[in-house]
């Protein structure tokens, strides 16, 4: 009675399995049997890096804002994705550099010191002090982390680019539809982290071997 598989299975393609198990006495002649069904369901691995939807090069991986812009107000939210579940699917969102995109550009200040990102939300914002740091014209490289919860780890990094004009308005940043788009594009058009899909299927077995011992199933 035990149960085995014969291939490699995949959580994020097909979440659980719906068997059909009969069990016979083994005698032609009563034809006794009982039928039941057994659900499987695949336990998840950390096996995916989280995808970045916002910045995403090279459409969407650069916005412009006025050097008068607030630095209490935010700026943007950035988003990735994992195809896990449960913690290896939550994100943490950190910065990891910051620099200014001309070489030659004299570094006046601790660009990475002026900017903060909020670890679950995404919340991108500037700090006191970006105003004597920048003016019109310059552009800044900022190197984002997101980073997954599970164990091992596993982390993507995006580049996002801002150019510093006159005014305070936040130019270039794309609708919140947009995001819905690129997770199904991501994800083959299949919604993250749900059950994609239940296969079926039906094992035969007669008495004799209709009993299980307690190490016949092991939880990979």
């Known amino acids: ?6 291939g490699i299975l995949d959580r994020e393609t097909i979440p659980a399995y719906l068997c059909s198990v009969v069990a016979e006495d083994g005698e032609v002649a009563s ?9 499987i369901e695949i336990v998840d691995e950390n096996d995916n890096a989280p ?4 910045p995403r090069a090279p459409d969407d991986s650069r916005i412009q804002i006025g050097v008068e812009f607030p630095s209490s107000r935010i700026i943007t939210r950035v988003r990735a994705i994992d195809a896990d579940s449960g913690k290896n699917a939550r994100i943490v969102y950190t910065l990891e550099d910051a620099s200014f995109v001309h070489f030659n550009h ?24 970006i105003r004597s740091c920048v003016r019109p014209g310059d552009s800044i490289r900022l190197l984002l982390r997101a980073t997954d919860e599970g164990i091992p780890s596993q982390s993507k990094d995006a580049e996002f680019f801002i ?5 305070s308005e936040v130019l270039n940043i ?6 819905l788009t690129q997770a199904d594009e991501a994800f083959g058009n299949k919604p993250p982290n749900s059950e994609f899909q ?4 039906s094992a035969h ?13 092991d939880s990979g």
Request: net charge negative.
């Open 1 to 6: 009675g035990k149960c085995w598989t014969t």
């Open 31 to 39: 034809g006794l049997s009982f039928t039941t069904t057994l659900t």
């Open 51 to 54: 995808i970045w939807l916002y």
């Open 106 to 129: 004299e570094p006046l200040c601790d660009l990475h010191a002026l900017f903060s990102i909020e670890p679950m939300s995404g919340h991108l914002r500037m700090r006191d002090g």
């Open 163 to 167: 150019e510093f004009t006159l005014g």
């Open 174 to 179: 794309p609708p919140e539809s947009t995001f």
């Open 198 to 201: 239940i296969r079926e299927f």
């Open 205 to 217: 077995t007669d008495a004799t071997n209709s009993m299980t011992t307690d190490d016949s199933l």
